[in-house]
């Protein structure tokens, strides 16, 4: 319920601010395109009358300096965000995971102005511990305390498409991305597991400027995974068993975010990013489990799904 309501909060904020005014407006100003027909921000002549550049969105006004529009941005962060794994498997037997977890990221983005060219590159790290419940091999239930590992690197290539100046603009982008998982139960009786898959998100980005210093940006992008692995260390149980490694089966998930940034000055600014992800990845192939060498039985890894939602604070350096 908690995760629905937090997604329900990401649409209505996107719902109250999208409606915004355009960016487009008349003002009885004296604008520098008297005195300079080029603007100062890009270099593109300036239409007459005209109180924004028609092609960076640059503020022409005389009386009120505002901040010109930067082509890199950079961002560094912090995440905070509940984790909610389930494995699918007939009960008794049980596997599940929650708890907050906090996290790091760094964020570059390109937008160009010249060249409609839209380039991101993104890395986050989360460590912190979640409440495990579920079953032994047997049906018989058991709780502990798991230690998490998560890392994450994506990119983004797409394009700008201007639809007001560059105060409304598109970002459909497509790219690829690695998840890295690390699980290890910090309880006796627990052993470790590392996930990993690769995956190409496809996705679109607009973008509004709602005031100089005010930026609202929305993210939706589906996820199709790609190289699944599992390696599973049972050598935690016992230095006799083998560390078995599997395929895992693909999945696609996906992601919505809402972000709302403020430049103090010209090039520092702030953002608050609430965001929902979905995740899931399918059943593996089948791998033998062995005991100082000799074939002691057959394991696989279930089919599971995750949800994730939380809030990221940036830290924003335009240049």
């Not at 003002?27 to 270099?43: A, L, R, V, Y």
């Not at 596997?95 to 990221?105: V, Y």
């Not at 609202?216 to 996820?223: E, G, L």
Request: charged share 20%; aromatic share 18%.
């Amino acid at each position: 319920m908690k995760k629905i309501l937090f997604l329900v909060l990401v649409l209505i904020l996107s719902g109250l601010i999208i409606p915004c005014k355009s960016y487009s407006i008349e003002t009885n100003t004296k604008i520098n395109s008297d005195h300079n027909k080029f603007c100062p921000n890009c270099g593109v002549k300036i239409i007459p009358g005209h109180g924004f550049c028609s092609e960076c969105g640059y503020n022409l006004t005389k009386s009120f300096s505002s901040p010109s529009i930067k082509m890199h941005t950079l961002t560094l962060g912090l995440k905070y965000y509940h984790y909610d794994y389930r494995e699918i498997v007939e009960p008794p037997f049980k596997s599940t995971e929650n708890g907050w977890l906090p996290g790091i990221f760094i964020d570059y983005s390109f937008q160009g102005i010249k060249f409609p060219i839209y380039f991101r590159l993104t890395g986050e790290y989360t460590y912190g511990n979640t409440k495990y419940d579920g079953s032994t091999q047997s049906g018989e239930p058991l709780t502990g305390e798991t230690g998490n590992s998560l890392i994450n690197f994506s990119t983004h290539f797409g394009f700008v498409l201007r639809i007001v100046n560059n105060t409304f603009y598109i970002n459909p982008y497509s790219g690829i991305g690695y998840h890295f998982w690390h699980r290890g139960g910090l309880d006796e009786g627990f052993y470790g597991e590392d996930y990993s898959w690769c995956y190409v998100p496809v996705g679109i980005r607009p973008v509004f400027r709602i005031t100089d210093r005010f930026t609202f940006a929305m993210d939706v992008s589906a996820r199709f995974m790609f190289k699944g692995k599992i390696k599973v260390f049972l050598t935690d149980l016992s230095p006799d068993f083998n560390e078995p490694e599997g395929t895992l089966g693909n999945e696609t998930g996906f992601k919505i975010e809402s972000s709302v940034s403020y430049i103090f000055k010209s090039n520092i600014g702030i953002s608050f990013t609430p965001w929902y992800e979905y995740s899931a990845i399918g059943e593996s192939d089948i791998f033998e489990l062995t005991y100082q060498g000799v074939l002691w039985g057959y394991g696989y890894e279930p089919s599971s799904k995750t949800d994730q939602y939380g809030l990221d604070i940036g830290f924003l350096l335009y240049f």
